[in-house]
């Protein structure tokens, strides 16, 4: 397994230079954030993931989860690292000071998310899914609810569960199945099986809080008749101590590609208890509010991976000796050159470099915004930053986890056929990055969101958040020399974009289908424009501080900026022509063609 | 009781240390640093002293530039009360740290003062038993076990070359730690946001009345020199022959 160290001057570059978090310091947990603290954090999360998570990765791969009678195992060494992970209030970081938590920016826990998933994806399942369950109930729970449940999953003493998929709908949650039986005293009974349930079982905490949708008696068919519930393993009483097992059980856990150290559990449920979580039937609207956070940490997890894999990748070409260089021989006493010589490897390395680190900044801005949507004391700018963020989400989700799965790809490649031997772990990450493009609506589903309901919400208002700041930048940007050969790319770029956005609604509007086969080729090209955006927004503060006495590692980043501009922004073109060519190559196939 | 723990900024040990190109000693600008892992050992110590109800304060100290504050804060992350910077950009020698730590240890008056054993930059081995000597107090040195007795005293088992030894030292004392003392914690994020709002008192040498001034002159820092590739040799002949005459080690 390569060792992982996190990036934390990359990630401090992000936060402090060019996301200048310290300007926010008169919103609500960042003026705990100062920079001290904020390097505080990240140094001791570092320590944490390098020292206690990582090292059970490959372990955790090799032996995944066991199932035996309804119990699940997790893999040796995850016990003990979930508890000190717990105690040590990692869980807690972004959540509510009233229940627990420590109430920090949203941001930070996206930096130290990163860690954990490159780090060790399958065990930052577990925490990620109590997240997703706090979130549902912090924001649409009842008082109680939330005096009983959240301290528990803030601590970690308690995990969570989201319980959406069932056999016959994953995409398609309007099918839901799983049925609810109001009670006498207020409760539900919950009958169904709900599959691919992420931490449905474990031995990791001594209860378990399921959010389930469900369908009620009197609902109405289809998306608009489903409810949200939550249904712990055990039954709490009020004060929040575990007593009666409620009737719900895990029948399998899934055998699989790759997080094999995270279980995947048939859940059953047989007339469980179960409380309703918002109002009736508007189950699929509470779960679209919290799964906008969800998506953008499945963005972060492909970011983490991604990261992971480049930093194998260096450390190998660095050290691996083949062939000599085509520019001449480098390193003469040995009897080959390093790999990293090779236009090809640099090629491979540069590419897993330069997107993730522009994929960071992307991350990182849509978690800041996230924080000042909810904060913020003027509503117009919270308004602008919500907007923003429903408008990236999709972006920030399918283009990362692209990019994770592409990244590790490409470290595989970097290792020739070592990267394809279990020993090295790099063939693992190619596994585990994988279901991010799926899970949490797969990427095709990320797509047609971006061009099915954010471009249509409010004629355009949310791309205008994006188009009209990011124009004016780059128009700025391009009048300053040294910043131009950044901004002159990104702006061509966007010219592109702007004009696939109109082709869009032009064709979009009149046949819907067009949309949707335009709608792969439209995310990737926003998704390049706002990296791009990114890069000479890093570029701008590396610029500026060329004379610093860490010179070298803004020139880096110069370096990564060029590449980017050079060899990635250009598939914009690529994208444009692909989508504008329409959809009767796909859709004008008969269908006995299949 | 109190509980005095110095602890000292150094260069992170993951850091592949360079030499400057000047020789005058090792580079440490833009290099991660951290604090010495032994003072780590001693906080953890100290802190496990204070949980089990056999301390009542810990301090951490720290002695050098402005940025040992962020040591000091890693202290008190990981549970000293407060903290005290003795803030000087001279270059401080063992004698003169051992000057300052006994002018806070006579102001301070704790029971116990736990240093590393050494520190992982330079080596030195000399503070503890030094500020032990000025201060008139007994000393255990490379601690792998430490037992707080009822009567004010404590036991103290020793790595020493034979194995280990055991001593009594009657408090207060200086102890020094090595690595199998205990296993330091992960700070908490709970006690890093609370580390922020710990006092941290700042005095210089002079208000301390020490002269931190440098006694050793430091010639030359160089690399260790590279190992030489090596031979294979065809017989036992030759390689007895080689180490004879060439190695001159036989
Ligand atoms: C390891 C793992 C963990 C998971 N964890 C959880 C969990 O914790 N909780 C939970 O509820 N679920 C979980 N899931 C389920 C996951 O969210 C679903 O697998 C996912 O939503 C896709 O649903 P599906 O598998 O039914 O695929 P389908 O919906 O059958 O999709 C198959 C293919 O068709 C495409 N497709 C479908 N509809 C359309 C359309 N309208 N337009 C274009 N393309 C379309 C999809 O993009 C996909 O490529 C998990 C799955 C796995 C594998
Ligand atoms: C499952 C498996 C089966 C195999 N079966 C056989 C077999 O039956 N017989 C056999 O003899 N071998 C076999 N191999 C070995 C296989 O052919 C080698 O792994 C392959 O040739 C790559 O060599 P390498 O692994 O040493 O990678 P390296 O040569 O170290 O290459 C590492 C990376 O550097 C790049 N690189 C190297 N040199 C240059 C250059 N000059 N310019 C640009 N890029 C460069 C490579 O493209 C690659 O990305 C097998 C390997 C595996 C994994």
Redesign the pocket.
Known sequence: MPAYEAPLRDIRFVLNEVLRIDTFSNLPGFADATPDVVDAILEEAAKFCSGELQPLNQSGDEEGCHFDDGKVTTPKGFKEAYAKFAEAGWIGLPCDPAYGGQGLPKVINFAVEEMVCSANLSFGMYPGLSNGAYNALHLHGTEEQKKLYLPKLVSGQWSGTMCLTEPQCGTDLGLIKTRAEPQADGSYRITGTKIFISAGEHDLTENIVHLVLARLPDAPAGIRGISLFVCPKFLPDAAGKVGERNKLACGAIEKKMGIKASATCVMNFDGAQAWLVGQKHKGMSAMFTMMNFARLAVGIQGLGVAEAAYQGAVTYAKE?L??RSLGGVKAPDKPADP?IV????RR?LLTQRSITEACRALAYWAGMELDIAAHHPEAERRQAADDLVALLTPIVKAYLTDHGSLAANLGV??????G??RDWGMEQLIRDARITQIYEGTNGIQALDLVGRKLSVGTGRLLRRFFHPVTAYLETAAAKPALAEFALPTIKAMAKLQQATAWLAQAGLKDPEEAGAAAHDYLRLFALVALGYMWCRMAEVALSKQESEERAFYQAKLAGARFFMAKVIPETNLLFTTMTSGKNAMMAVPDDYF | MKVLVAVKRVVDYNVKVRVKADGTGVETANVKMSMNPFDEIGVEEAVRLKEAGKATEVIAVSLGPTQCQETIRTALAMGADRGIHVQTDVELQPLAVAKLLKAVVDKEQPQICILGKQAIDDDANQTGQMLAALAGWPQATFASKLVINDDGSANVTREVDGGLETVTVKMPFVLTTDLRLNEPRYASLPNIMKAKKKPIDTLTPEQLGVDAAPRLKTLKVAEPAKRQAGIKVKSVAELVDKLRNEAKVI
């Open positions: 691996r083949q062939m790999i090779h236009p090809d490897v491979m490649q970097v290792f020739g056929g070592h394809f031997i």
